[in-house]
Nanobody, 127 residues
Framework: QVQLVESGGGLVQAGGSLRLSCAAASGRAFTNYAMGWFRQAPGKERDLVAATSRNGGDTRYADSVKGRFTLFRDNTKNTMYLQMNSLKPEDTAVYYC???????????????????WGQGTQVTVSS
């Protein structure tokens, strides 16, 4: 069973940057997992931020973060990252990484498609 551990959250001013990391400890090859980042603000649903196929060859973004956030994964380090630039107060949320064993090269966009979740990391953007 894969365990996911996020890190890198914190408090930043609007316009600033943060990089989140999601480290996976797995008994299966990390390269066989589709992965994604989701976020949840208080009182709101958990929404997709970005998701990628098992080999990182296909990555999709929510419209609200396109051009500002970049998801990338380093399969040699069993780690996925989310580089967040030009942060806005509306980006404030708990950010979760998610994974699902999925050997096909497909991007999973729905939170319901994932069965493994990290504990979450708080990102707060002040205005």
């Amino acid at each position: 069973q894969v365990q996911l551990v996020e890190s890198g959250g914190g408090l930043v001013q609007a316009g600033g940057s943060l990089r989140l990391s999601c480290a996976a400890a797995s008994g299966r090859a990390f390269t066989n997992y589709a992965m994604g980042w989701f976020r949840q603000a208080p009182g709101k649903e958990r929404d997709l931020v970005a998701a990628t196929s098992r080999n990182g060859g296909d990555t999709r973004y929510a419209d609200s973060v396109k051009g500002r956030f970049t998801l990338f994964r380093d399969n040699t380090k069993n780690t996925m990252y989310l580089q967040m630039n030009s942060l806005k107060p509306e980006d404030t949320a708990v950010y979760y990484c998610a994974a699902r064993f999925f050997p096909q090269t497909i991007v999973l966009l729905s939170a319901d498609s994932y069965d493994l979740w990290g504990q979450g990391t708080q990102v707060t953007v002040s205005s």
